[in-house]
């Protein structure tokens, strides 16, 4: 039930951040919608494909589907309350990765795969949706800046593996390493962390 909960809230988090992008861009209603649909699936498509499991996760169950629609409307709707455009894209997407990091750990568990393979995977499932709507929206995707994006996935995932050895129930470190995602990307970005530039000082 959490499992499942986390996938349909995450699904719901990147919908409407692929809204706020599309919109930002002014595409019609159908081009709002393509970009909501390929944000919150895209990253789950490309895991349920390496692990062989299809036809994927969202062909199966139309609840996924009905959410991006339903997420869809509401963002349109109410898009004029949210005041700062770029501010709510950020909390959105940041929300959505930290819950599909662990959709993606989960998945790998279930298929038997080893800690580092999951990690990887959940990875991938939190990053690669926004991946392909950055790339629609002709974007740089974030994920290939400096930011602490990836890697912020990557440790969250590393720390669910860590609580585990501990006397900790399950349901407990599944929670803590989604906040230790979403955590290290609100932290990296309110103090300006970011990975070291491997170009060195470049010219203004």
């Known amino acids: 039930m959490l499992y499942q909960t986390i996938d349909?809230?995450?699904?719901?988090?990147?919908a409407i951040s692929g809204v706020l992008v599309?919109?930002?861009?002014?595409?019609?209603?159908?081009?709002?919608l393509i970009i909501a649909f390929v944000t919150?699936?895209?990253?789950?498509?490309?895991?349920?494909l390496l692990i062989g499991n299809t036809p994927v996760g969202w062909m199966h169950d139309l609840?996924?589907?009905?959410?991006i629609f339903i997420s869809v409307v509401f963002a349109i709707l109410f898009v004029n309350k949210l005041?700062?455009?770029?501010?709510?894209l950020f909390l959105f997407d940041t929300i959505g990765i930290g819950l599909y990091t662990m959709v993606g750990v989960e998945?790998?568990?279930?298929?038997?795969?080893?800690?580092?393979?999951?990690?990887?995977?959940?990875t991938m499932t939190a990053c690669f949706g926004g991946v392909i709507r950055d790339i629609?929206?002709?974007?740089?995707?974030?994920i290939f800046h400096k930011e602490i994006y990836a890697t912020a996935c990557i440790l969250g995932a590393l720390s669910y593996f860590l609580i585990i050895q501990f006397p900790v129930k399950d349901e407990y470190a599944y929670i803590a390493a989604i906040l230790v995602v979403i955590l290290l990307r609100l932290l990296a970005v309110r103090f300006k962390i970011s990975l070291p530039s491997i170009y060195g000082k470049q010219s203004p």
């Open 8 to 14: 349909i809230l995450g699904t719901i988090a990147f």
């Open 22 to 32: 599309a919109m930002e861009k002014r595409l019609d209603l159908f081009g709002v």
């Open 40 to 48: 919150a699936i895209g990253g789950g498509t490309l895991r349920d």
């Open 63 to 67: 609840t996924y589907v009905i959410t």
């Open 83 to 88: 005041k700062y455009l770029r501010k709510s």
């Open 107 to 122: 998945k790998g568990l279930e298929a038997q795969l080893l800690p580092i393979i999951c990690i990887f995977l959940g």
């Open 136 to 142: 629609l929206c002709n974007e740089i995707p974030v």
